[in-house]
């Protein structure tokens, strides 16, 4: 395939990302208005923390799933799902237990318990739907998170279940999302069981593929556990500004970074790095407009949501600095993992380095939080919670900044990318980008302050929004000759189509 041809399937990818973030929005506003500070802080600790950790045991072997099964080794596949299954089960166990120790309702830990079970398959599924149907797989998650709201709305809005009802959704979206996901896949790959040989599982089992995805699998794990630590010895009452703070910063995050792994793909099928970085560009320019505007105007964002938390919204810009950041290394990663063409020993060499680099960043980071939480619970320094959040988010910024930097710590990746190539090619977009969203945002944006009422505060928001984001899109397409060029290509396929 052609740039051209990448590009189309980037922005198809993109565009049921989008789709997938905007409805997850809605789900998110309905839970942080309906849901107790307490219910919040424990059910965000389950979807959002619970689901890294889960994502981190699976990784240790699983990231080599995606690469084999890429490069059309189908072997793989069965021994996916049952690193899956066994991981669900152990996590599961796990799960229930913290839960009913902070919750102290069994019914809550073990719907609890079978999400993350559930969740386990669903990781699985993607990964293999991701390797063999990159379009698919795009529309797969739109239909799940589609599902997940509309029970959300039925269970939640309407019913007024509470956690029962938000638990209940998490589990019915990724339980048909699993069947989904399985039934595209076998229409893709013929799975035989016959197919499954031993040196299939050596492969998998080999010492440095071993080492590589423990590296990677910790990182997930250790990313989890910041949240666990501040809940446990701090309260929910930060736990849930938090995570409020990262409502859409982190569905925007989660949306687009998926759609990074098409980068990696196109790198094992052979597509150059230099082809890649132009489609990564079209993503942060994207995304950095709207981060630029909620930067700006803060309050209104937060006010959307729910307006008790107020007293964080001049934090936004902290979190929209980091999750640019936190996009910029996950492209680069995966471009770089795409361009690592090897199979077996020889490419998790080339991977460990990195890794190992990213797992130190990621102690240091949880070191930092629970040295934070130390100084706090020893009165040695008198911190208030909008202190706490401040030197909390600090501290993820420059967790964010190393993941970006940890990729110069192997030879070989710098060999392909050096440093002043990245700040030439990607780096100083980004400041462009960045400075036409901010200035924009001064010209275009709501008139009226601020108001409690959620419909009115939309009312408000949206249609600045909207004209800002149109305003952006096309100043972005005539000063970026690459982005310019990449949707004029897509456009001209689809008219000759």
Not at 49 to 67: A, E, K, Q
Not at 226 to 243: E, R, T
Not at 362 to 388: H, M, Q
Request: charged content about 15%; overall charge positive.
């Amino acid at each position: 395939m052609n740039n051209r041809e990448h590009g189309r399937i980037m922005v198809i990818r993109l565009l049921f990302f989008f789709l997938s973030a905007i409805i997850t929005v809605i789900s998110g506003m309905i839970l942080v208005r309906k849901l107790s500070l307490a219910e919040y802080a424990v059910y965000q600790v389950i979807n959002k923390r619970f689901t890294l950790i889960t994502l981190g045991i699976i990784n240790v072997i699983d990231i080599w799933i995606f690469r084999d099964v890429a490069r059309l080794y189908k072997k793989s596949l069965f021994a996916s799902i049952k690193i899956g299954f066994l991981s669900g089960i152990l996590l599961a166990i796990l799960t229930y237990l913290y839960v009913n120790t902070i919750n102290g309702d069994s019914i809550v830990g073990i719907l609890s318990a079978f999400a993350i079970f559930i969740y386990s398959l669903w990781l699985v599924a993607l990964n293999v739907l991701e390797a063999t149907r990159p379009v698919i797989v795009s529309i797969h998650r739109f239909v799940t998170r589609s599902i997940y709201v509309i029970s959300i709305i039925l269970l939640v809005y309407i019913l007024k279940e509470g956690i029962f009802g938000a638990l209940s959704s998490l589990l019915m979206g990724y339980f048909i999302g699993v069947i989904l996901a399985y039934y595209w896949i076998k229409k893709r790959v013929d799975i035989r069981l016959s197919e499954v040989h031993s040196t299939n599982i050596r492969d998998l089992l080999d010492k440095n593929r071993i080492t590589t995805g423990i590296f990677r699998g910790l990182i997930y794990i250790l990313s989890g556990l910041d949240v666990i630590v501040v809940l446990n010895f701090i309260g929910n009452i930060v736990v849930s500004a938090f995570f409020v703070l990262k409502l859409i910063h982190g569905i925007i995050l989660e949306a687009f970074n998926s759609s990074f792994r098409y980068l990696q793909y196109a790198g094992l099928k052979g597509e150059s790095a230099s082809n890649l970085i132009s489609l990564l560009k079209l993503v942060l320019a994207i995304v950095i407009g709207p981060l630029a505007f909620m930067s700006i105007y803060s309050t209104h964002v937060v006010y959307l949501l729910n307006p008790q938390y107020e007293w964080i919204a001049p934090l936004i810009w902290l979190i929209s600095i980091q999750v640019t950041m936190d996009l910029l290394s996950s492209g680069l990663s995966n471009i770089l993992m795409g361009e690592i063409r090897e199979r077996g020993s020889s490419e998790a060499l080339s991977l460990k380095m990195y890794f190992r680099a990213r797992f130190i960043v990621t102690l240091s980071y949880l070191c930092y939080v629970i040295v934070l939480v130390g100084l706090d619970k020893s009165n040695l320094i008198a911190i208030d919670r909008y202190t706490f959040m401040i030197l909390w988010l600090l501290g993820l910024l420059l967790s964010s900044f190393g993941n970006f930097i940890s990729y110069y710590a192997v030879k070989w990746f710098r060999s392909i990318m050096p440093l002043k190539t990245i700040a030439r090619n990607i780096l100083s977009y980004i400041a462009m980008y960045s400075v036409v969203g901010l200035l924009l945002s001064f010209v275009i944006g709501p008139r009226s302050s601020p108001s409690v009422f959620f419909w009115e505060e939309l009312s408000i928001l949206i249609s600045p929004a909207l004209i800002f984001y149109i305003f952006y899109l096309l100043l972005i397409i005539f000063f970026d000759k690459d982005v310019r060029n990449i949707i004029l290509g897509i456009a001209k396929t689809l008219m000759n189509k």
